[in-house]
């Protein structure tokens, strides 16, 4: 069964950054697109930023200039690069792969705080 796994969430305050990472239990060379979605209470869940399969990716108005997203292949990894961050920013953070042969799987989640 492939998995997502995120990690690097947690407490920081506004103006600092965090790294988030999403490891995927099965090589990502065939990938259609690679993303990260949040959720904050009481909201739908949103799109943050995505890598489509020719490179082109795609930021949350919210979020440019702030955020980076890039992938490994090599290590089957995902990242999401925060910088700057506000305390709206505060959400589940959610890794998204859409595979071109088995479709898409989504991550449990995890969890960034930004304090003011």
């Known amino acids: 069964q492939v998995q997502l796994v995120e990690s690097g969430g947690g407490l920081v305050q506004a103006g600092g950054s965090l790294r988030l990472s999403c490891a995927a239990s099965r090589n990502i060379f065939n990938f259609g697109v690679m993303a990260w979605y949040r959720q904050a209470p009481g909201k739908q869940r949103e799109l943050v930023a995505s890598?489509?399969?020719?490179?082109?990716?795609n930021y949350a108005d919210s979020v440019k200039g702030r955020f980076t997203i890039s992938g490994d292949n090599a290590k089957s990894m995902v990242y999401l690069q925060m910088n700057s961050l506000k305390p709206e920013d505060t959400a589940v953070y959610y890794c998204?792969?859409?595979?071109?042969?088995?479709?898409?799987?989504w991550g449990q989640g995890t969890q960034v705080t930004v304090s003011s």
């Open positions: 998204y792969i859409q595979w071109l042969d088995i479709g898409d799987r």
């Open positions: 890598i489509r399969r020719a490179r082109s990716t």
